[in-house]
């Protein structure tokens, strides 16, 4: 009698934890509801960051200004995620124009060091860390274009709030101390790494007050002294020694030749609404292409939870990513043939090859004619929109940590492949494959939605499951981001070359147990795993009642908040 008793106060007590978690409005995935705002909003992946770029809003800053704020406040606060050591894309909605603006900051390989080099010392592959993937650090730039074209404010009063948060301390949130100590193992022994982020001697806890005042002295400089202080002032003599010393190539002419550039963003319909990426070198188009192949099935019917919608959309995934593989490259270097790989003809070619009842192991890429991370999205009162991702890649970067600057530098060039002939190949002066990639969503000319999904190869999964939640499954922008996600792994991750087992699916938490299963009878290789299912951020207009949504996500630390 007793042991029924125990059992029945169990499960009374685990339907009273259901029903606490219950929501009354929508799905039971959200974590919140979305923000709504009338004068401006911002979202990005950490607390203090979005009331920074607020501020800079309410201050009559543009969003340009104030993703520029938050972006710098994120190079302090978020060093595991970006940095100006690092590279930066944008997509900016001019309400002025009308029209969406494209930015690639992404820098290029040191004109000294050359494939042959890497061949010559025994090298299969760039290493994740060091001196030699080390590219030209392309944020700083990027924000002075931002700056040029879109801003109001003075620099001064955009990077104040940093220099301040930088000289007097923050408090380190949950997941930023958590990735902190993970770094400390893989790239706390190279010169000056502690110095500037472990002044006590261990990486700062959750809640504990953290300050650079390396990073505010280089900060200021930059607000004083513009941005060539960085690329042909001391800041790039201070980098081009240090990476010498440490057996790397990058030097202070590299750092002088570096420029941005302005690109058209590229589209594809999906069911109505034209989705927005950017060019190569990045591999947002990889998105593009996912949905054109969805495109041709009824995803709606399926619904989320469906065996038959995760076995498509992991089979699209896969064709999108042998040609990623192939294709993707500086298109400066590379006839990538853009226009035929986002093409729907294309994409019919292409979903032919999907057998609907049975998992690939083995695909090649197409024959088409003619080839860690932070998001942020701000949106001011006029109208105007940024979707901004920043990135150092692999969490800290490099390792390389110049002295006395406060941040280390990216290593965007282990995105390069040693393989010959292929586009994405070493060599000297060339911007590597890229994952990072914002992204846009606009409704018959008008803008709609500025968002973006952290992680990796995650990125263009991320983007295209967004796009499908609201789209197909209805979800609103808070619900979309929130929804469990599909992540797909091929078997071989080194750029350039194809999956050839079919790699593995993990699905996030809230997946039945029995469409698991089933995908597994399908052929399948399903794994479980912690954490690469990205972050999201995103703001959309709704232009009937002239109001912002703002949206951000539990697996982050991020806000979203308006005014």
């Known amino acids: 009698m007793k042991k029924l008793l125990l059992i029945w106060m169990l499960v009374c007590i685990s339907q009273l934890a259901v029903f606490a978690q219950d929501r009354i409005t929508g799905h039971n995935f959200a974590t919140r509801s979305e923000v709504i705002a009338q004068n401006g909003m911002a979202a990005t992946s950490h607390p203090l960051a979005t009331q920074v770029a607020l501020d800079i809003l309410k201050d009559g800053g543009s969003a340009t200004d104030a993703a520029i704020a938050a972006n710098a406040v994120l190079g302090l606060m978020e060093p595991t995620g970006c940095g100006i050591g690092g590279d930066l894309f944008a997509i900016v909605w001019d309400a002025e124009s009308q029209q969406l603006h494209g930015l690639n900051a992404s820098g290029r390989s040191p004109e000294s060091l050359t494939r042959e080099y890497f061949l010559e010392n025994d090298y299969e592959f760039i290493p994740s860390f060091g001196a030699l993937p080390v590219s030209v650090p392309g944020a700083v730039d990027g924000w002075f274009e ?52 472990m002044p006590t001697g261990e990486m700062p806890a959750k809640g504990e007050i953290f300050r650079n005042p390396y990073l505010a002295n280089t900060y200021e ?8 202080a960085f690329y042909k002032g001391d800041i790039a003599r201070i980098i081009e020694a240090y990476i010498h010393e440490n057996g790397g190539f990058l030097s202070y002419e ?21 989705i927005w990426e950017l060019p190569p070198n990045g591999q947002g188009i990889a998105a593009l292409q996912i949905l054109n192949i969805l495109e041709g099935y ?33 298109m400066d270097f590379a006839n990538v043939p853009l226009e035929q790989l986002i093409s729907k003809e294309y994409a019919d070619k292409r979903r032919q090859l999907i057998d609907p009842g049975r998992a690939s192991t083995q695909l090649e890429p197409g024959q088409p004619e003619g080839p860690n991370t932070i998001y942020l999205t ?75 999904v952290m992680g990796g190869g995650m990125q263009p999964q991320g983007h295209a499951q967004i796009v499908i ?10 619900e979309a981001g929130d929804a469990p996600r599909i992540y797909h792994r091929g078997s071989s991750q080194p750029t350039g070359q ?6 593995v699916v993990m699905l996030e938490s809230g997946f039945p147990y029995e469409t698991i299963r089933e995908l597994v009878k399908m052929g399948h290789q399903m794994q479980w795993i912690v954490g690469p299912f990205g972050g999201y951020q995103a703001i959309m207009w709704d232009a ?20």
Do not use: C
């Not at 040029?148 to 948060?165: Q, R, W």
């Not at 939640?469 to 808070?478: E, V």
């Not at 194809?498 to 790699?503: I, P, R, S």
């Open 146 to 197: 931002l700056h040029d074209k879109f801003g109001v404010l003075d620099m001064e009063s955009i990077l104040d709030p940093a220099i301040n948060y930088a000289r007097e301390g923050f408090p380190v949130t949950e997941l930023i101390a958590y990735y902190l100590d993970r770094s400390v193992s893989r790239i706390g022994h190279f010169p000056n790494f502690k110095e500037t982020y």
């Open 221 to 228: 400089t930059l607000a004083e002294e513009g941005r060539d």
């Open 254 to 274: 590299d750092m002088a030749a570096h420029s941005s550039e302005w690109v058209d963003p590229v589209s594809t319909n999906y069911r109505g609404y034209d």
């Open 298 to 330: 009824d995803i709606a019917s399926k619904g989320l939870y469906s065996k038959e919608y995760i076995h498509l959309f992991v089979e699209a995934k896969k064709l999108a990513y042998e040609d990623r593989a192939t294709y993707y490259a500086d």
């Open 378 to 452: 701000t949106a001011d009162k006029n109208g105007n929109m940024v979707s901004l991702i920043q990135s150092n890649y692999r969490g800290m970067g490099s390792g390389m940590t110049p002295p006395e600057l406060g941040f280390v530098l990216q290593n965007r060039g282990e995105g390069f492949t040693l393989e010959p002939n292929h586009l994405n190949t070493y060599e000297p002066g060339k911007r590597p494959f890229h994952t990072i990639i914002p992204a846009f969503i606009t409704r018959d000319g008008e803008p709609w939605v500025s968002f973006g």
């Open 469 to 478: 939640n609201m789209i197909d499954f209805g979800m609103n922008l808070q």
């Open 498 to 503: 194809q999956m050839t087992d079919g790699g």
């Open 544 to 563: 009937e009642n002239q109001v912002y949504y703002g949206a951000s996500e539990s697996r982050k630390d991020g806000q979203a908040a308006g005014y």
